[in-house]
């Protein structure tokens, strides 16, 4: 059985999956996690308090696949629940999405987790709608071993979409609308290259 400081196996790394907005980031997440539950592996799986677009206690993707997630507010919150439950049983593996959401200290907690033997699964959007990376999956792009940028389809010209464009009230959102908030009259669009509008 798997003993979290158990490294001869060499078992440890991050896994990062990360792209645009709809390009299918949580369906490969939700994926990957239950291929790890299959295979007999003691999965944990986190979300960001903020993101409760369907559930408080699940993640689910745009095309309904759906896991259980348990809500947490920070970094510090997410050790507290991992040492509760890793007390009973060994967590092999760590699944966390939306990690641009959480507090900076959670790339420093997971590179910890990794070096004690333990798989991270870590989703987010690689760029804000300004075009700017985002915070933690930046530092993860570095860090991770194994990383998949996906890509979505253009709204616009149909083109490889590798970008998340914030409309409100059917214009781009301007350069100081706020970096997550969720109003009615807003939506977002993937973009590519060419047809992103760079917000002023
Ligand atoms: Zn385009």
């Known amino acids: 059985m798997s003993n979290i400081l158990n490294l001869k196996n060499k078992k440890g790394w991050i896994e990062l999956i990360t792209g645009c907005m709809f390009a299918g980031k949580t369906e490969e997440f939700i994926k990957r996690l239950r291929r790890y539950q299959y295979a007999n592996q003691n999965i944990i799986v986190f979300k960001p308090a ?3 677009r369907y559930g408080q206690k699940e993640i ?3 095309s309904r ?5 348990i809500p947490i ?6 050790i507290k629940v991992f040492n509760e439950k890793n007390k009973n049983k060994n967590i092999d593996v760590i699944g966390i999405d939306e990690v641009q959401f959480l507090d900076e200290n959670i790339v420093n907690v997971l590179d910890n987790f990794a070096n ?12 804000d709608f300004r075009n700017r990376p985002f915070k933690n999956v930046d ?6 071993e194994y990383i998949d940028k996906l ?12 970008r998340t464009q914030r409309i409100i009230d059917g214009k781009p959102a301007s350069l100081d609308s706020p970096l997550i908030f969720i109003a009615a009259n807003e939506k977002y669009e993937s ?8 917000p002023r």
Request: hydrophobic share 30%; proline share 0%; charged share 25%.
């Open 50 to 52: 903020i993101d409760d």
């Open 60 to 62: 689910y993707s745009h």
């Open 65 to 69: 696949m759906n896991i259980d997630a």
């Open 73 to 78: 507010q920070n970094s510090e919150e997410l």
């Open 116 to 127: 004690k033997g333990i798989i991270v699964i870590a989703s987010g959007l690689d760029k």
């Open 139 to 144: 530092k993860l792009l570095v860090n991770a």
């Open 151 to 162: 890509t979505s389809i253009c709204h616009k010209c149909g083109g490889n979409g590798t």
């Open 191 to 198: 973009r590519c290259r060419h047809c992103f509008e760079e």
